[in-house]
């Protein structure tokens, strides 16, 4: 069984995908579907709610269950510093009602704050999320009025899903609740392997579990900052060349390569 995700190698997670049919049936995913589906009416019912969708595996699965329980509105937040070949997958793959919010954030903004470039420290990668995807949440949350948004957050993946529950309510007065916070990582796979779901390119990336959605800047467990370009180069050359015109370290790393 797969631990904590911090602790887990991309080696152990490759290999619980390719054995995940003799690791978890059919028949307890349909039940766990069921029951996760049933919750969502319950808590839902006579509420304003939509979902949250990153094009991760987790709101993936989210997805699938908020769209059963009757639930189709949601929203998908990016910026400017996404992977081409991530935006091309999303618009090809989203929910059908899928709004994608745009928060901004190019080279020029990313030139002034380089200490957001290639986290190496979990206050840094969490930061990304707050001025991307939560950023995104809030806006949707308060254009539509809502009562609740729901996230695909997991209590296996270290997120905080609520005080001894799976909702709760921020400062900033959004009501956020996890219907499955308490599956495991291989619920989750197998919900996608029965379900014949897609996922999108970065999970056949180098570390690609590990790392999960992100704005490419964003990109974790690199080493260094040169590692961190040498990753992007390997998944998108352009990417580097562009960020070159802006960001000395990625001119160096382009020269010491002799591009």
């Known amino acids: 069984m797969l631990g904590r995700k911090q602790n887990i190698k991309n080696e152990e997670w490759l290999d619980a995908v390719a054995h995940i049919s003799e690791t978890v049936t059919k028949s307890e995913i349909d039940a766990l579907t069921k029951k996760t589906v049933s919750e969502i009416k319950k808590t839902c019912k006579g509420k304003r709610a939509a979902y949250a969708w990153s094009a991760g595996k987790d709101s993936i699965v989210l997805g699938k269950l908020c769209e059963a329980a009757g639930y189709k509105q949601s929203l998908i937040g990016v910026c400017n510093l996404e992977y081409p070949a991530f935006m091309e997958w999303i618009e090809q793959n989203k929910p059908q009602e899928c709004e994608i919010i745009n928060v901004g954030l ?14 190496q420290d979990s206050s840094i990668a969490g930061h990304w999320f707050s001025i991307v995807q939560h950023k995104a949440q809030r806006q949707y949350f308060l254009r539509n009025d809502l009562d609740i948004i729901m996230l695909g957050r997991r ?14 309510t921020d400062s900033k007065g959004v009501t956020r609740f996890s219907p499955i916070a308490d599956w495991t990582h291989e619920q989750v796979l197998a919900f996608i392997y029965y379900n014949k779901i ?27 900052t040169e590692n961190g370009w040498r990753e992007i180069y390997d998944i998108d050359p352009s990417i580097v060349t562009a960020a070159a015109e802006k960001l000395e370290s990625a001119k160096r790393f382009l020269d010491e390569k002799g591009v």
């Open 198 to 224: 897609p996922l999108p390119p970065i999970y056949g990336w180098k570390n690609g579990y590990l790392c999960g959605t992100h704005p490419w800047p964003a990109r974790q467990w690199t080493g260094s």
């Open 106 to 119: 190019d080279l020029d903004w990313l030139a002034k704050h380089e200490n957001m470039l290639f986290p």
């Open 155 to 168: 209590r296996a993946d270290g997120n905080y899903t609520g005080k001894g529950g799976n909702i709760y």
